[in-house]
């Protein structure tokens, strides 16, 4: 069974840093991974999604990795500005079935 | 497009109330997934649908039920709610698995009391 994990669960940042989330699973055999936005009493908003056979995916300043064989992604947030802050989730869609597998997520705030 | 849209946006129902929540998506996309999310945690998939007339479980789909007639709508339906069931519940759609982003609604709260 594919457990996702993500680490830390919060996280607060000053305007302007860069910063790294990350998110872990256990099962390599998976066709994609995808990251998410969530803000406060909304809905969930796809940010960038990785296929199994590519490395990284880039959408502004957000910059993912996908590193298969050692079951981690991160996601990279350039020059955060205080609209960054949200909860940020991977999900992974492994090769068999068509279920996605969540992180728990993490909660993301930038200080002005 | 109004993409995925959910209803109500919030519910409160007593112990051993019925209800369905309903979602409806006009993108034409064939799969389609009821989550339930609770409180600083990540999403459990609770049924799913991978076209018109075709059902399958998630990982918690005990105490709910889904029917899928047409398309677009995707409705869950809960029997005989519990405390349990106190969640945030969400609908999404993607056009396919082959590598496409999954479509969020804005989500149902629900509280059992």
């Known amino acids: 069974k594919q457990e996702v994990t993500q680490i830390p669960a919060a996280l607060s940042v000053p305007e302007g840093e860069n910063l790294v989330l990350n998110c872990s699973f256990t099962d390599s055999a998976i066709y994609n991974l995808q990251w998410f936005r969530q803000d406060p009493g909304k809905g969930l908003t796809s940010l960038l999604l990785?296929?199994?056979?590519?490395r990284e995916q880039t959408s502004g300043r957000l910059n993912a990795s996908l590193d298969k064989s050692s079951g981690r992604s991160t996601l990279y947030i350039a020059a955060s500005q205080p609209g960054d802050s949200a909860t940020y989730l991977c999900?992974?869609?492994?090769?068999?079935?068509?279920?996605?597998?969540f992180g728990g997520g993490t909660r993301l705030m930038v200080k002005p | 497009n109004a993409g995925v849209t959910q209803t109500p946006k919030f519910r409160i129902l007593k112990i051993g109330q019925s209800m369905t929540l309903q979602c409806t998506q006009d993108m034409n996309h064939n799969y389609m997934y009821w989550y339930r999310q609770d409180p600083g945690m990540g999403l459990k998939l609770i049924y799913y649908?991978?076209?018109?007339?075709?059902?399958d479980k998630g990982e918690v789909p005990n105490g709910y039920n889904v029917s899928r007639s047409t398309t677009e709508d995707f409705p869950l339906r809960l029997e005989l709610a519990a405390p349990s069931q106190t969640s945030v519940y969400f609908c999404a759609s993607v056009s396919g698995t082959q590598g496409r982003k999954l479509f969020f609604g804005s989500g149902t709260q629900l509280s059992v009391l």
């Open positions: 999900a992974v869609r492994s090769n068999a079935g068509n279920m996605l597998t």
């Open positions: 990785i296929q199994s056979s590519q």
């Open positions: 649908s991978v076209g018109a007339g075709i059902t």
